[in-house]
């Protein structure tokens, strides 16, 4: 059962200095269930456990001081550190070893299990809250020299290495719902293919709109979608459609259906176009969706919330601060930042929201035992405060 999270009325109960550990480690243990681990984890005389390793882990990208495996390590001789994460210390040549072992299918149903617990927002236009709608993208990390796996030749000498997280995001909810790790050479518009649900709404930049094929695929599969088109499109129009005064205060100024593609034998299935003109640019965006279903002021709406994956991915490195590679191999690498999105969804079920840069240093202060429980709430219910009469005052 989803759990209404209450930021002003947070309680040590709530937020104990270990309690987002202990709440992925019960996390970890409903997932583990459906899930059949290495061998070596039955052995008896293995020290370091899988849930012990994934919760030092996890403390590894809370935790604003440490930024290394062996720093990270080094963590496991203090007493509070082992009797509430790990139970023993850890070497590094032992933490290194288990992210061969570990599959990240594990941390991915718990990251979806966790996701599931938060509710959707009221949409600010109800309309909007009838189609379940996900914003499509994809951000690139850079990987070491010695990471050969991700090497994807670019770069001025063809040898930079990247590592790509593909993602879908729920944006009535504000939060991740599907997630793909994959080399950064490997086909963003492939993987979004992996992410598609019959019935669900994609919204996707110009980069998914290249392919006119994938708009009869997602025909296909039963999903709808708003995707932004190259200026450059080869457009055949079939029939010119009214452009209402909601839809032009919307900045739209034409949309029509039309066929898409030079030849005609290679030509998309039949499509609704919208212009929109925003800050002095023109927006090309195609959906399936008649007027009737989805009008044109909508599909405008629509695009410009698609910032917020954007915001996210930078949430997540700058805020989060997950920049510092604690594994170097494809499982280590892809654990370690399905660990970031799971940190982010459970901070998000205590606070009711992403948490911002204040109220992640507030959060920090008080892992680190430098401010007070009362401090932290406080300090909070005025960043709520802050945010409600800025919100209000654009508004």
């Avoid at 599959?103 to 966790?114: A, G, I, Q, S």
């Avoid at 006119?212 to 029939?239: D, M, N, P, W």
């Avoid at 030849?263 to 800050?279: N, Y």
Wanted: charged letters at 25%; hydrophobic letters at 40%.
């Amino acid at each position: 059962m989803a759990r209404k999270p209450q930021p002003t009325l947070l309680s040590q109960r709530d937020l104990g200095r270990w309690k987002l550990v202990e709440d992925f480690r019960d996390a970890l243990a409903a997932a583990v269930t459906d899930y059949r681990l290495h061998q070596t984890f039955s052995d008896p005389e293995r020290l370091l456990s899988y849930s012990d390793y994934l919760s030092l882990f996890l403390f590894g990208l809370l935790n604003p001081v440490v930024r290394t495996m062996r720093g990270l390590c080094a963590a496991t001789h203090l007493d509070r550190v082992q009797r509430d994460i790990c139970q023993r210390p850890v070497s590094p040549g032992s933490f290194s070893a288990t992210q061969h072992l570990l599959e990240p299918e594990l941390l991915e149903k718990v990251f979806l299990d966790l996701s599931g617990q938060l509710e959707a927002r009221s949409a600010r236009d109800p309309r909007l809250a009838t189609q379940k709608w996900m914003a499509h993208d994809g951000t690139l990390w850079r990987a070491l020299p010695r990471m050969s796996w991700a090497l994807y030749g670019a770069g001025r000498s063809g040898d930079s290495h990247g590592v790509k997280l593909h993602l879908s995001f729920h944006l009535l909810k504000d939060t991740p719902e599907r997630a793909t790790v994959r080399r950064a050479k490997d086909c963003e518009r492939k993987v979004w293919q992996e992410h598609w649900e019959a019935g669900d709404g994609y919204i996707g930049d110009r980069y998914f709109g290249e392919d006119y094929r994938l708009f009869a695929k997602l025909q296909t599969k039963g999903c709808v979608y708003v995707v932004r088109l190259r200026e450059q499109a080869s457009i055949h129009g079939e029939e010119e459609l009214a452009v209402s005064v909601a839809d032009r205060k919307a900045g739209v100024v034409r949309q029509l259906w039309a066929r898409l593609g030079a030849r005609e034998k290679t030509r998309s299935v039949r499509v609704r176009l919208v212009w929109v003109e925003a800050d002095g640019h023109q927006l090309l965006l195609v959906t399936n969706l008649g007027p009737d279903q989805l009008p044109a002021e909508l599909v405008s709406l629509l695009y410009r919330r698609r910032w917020q994956v954007e915001l996210f991915f930078r949430w997540i490195k700058c805020i989060l601060g997950c920049r510092h590679w604690l594994a170097e191999s494809s499982q280590g690498v892809t654990i370690q930042i399905y660990l970031a999105l799971i940190a982010a969804v459970l901070l998000q079920l205590y606070v009711g929201k992403r948490p911002t840069r204040r109220m992640m240093e507030l959060i920090q202060f008080y892992l680190l035992g430098v401010a007070s429980l009362k401090e932290l709430t406080g300090g909070l219910h005025r960043e709520f405060q802050r945010l409600a009469a800025q919100n209000k005052k654009q508004v």
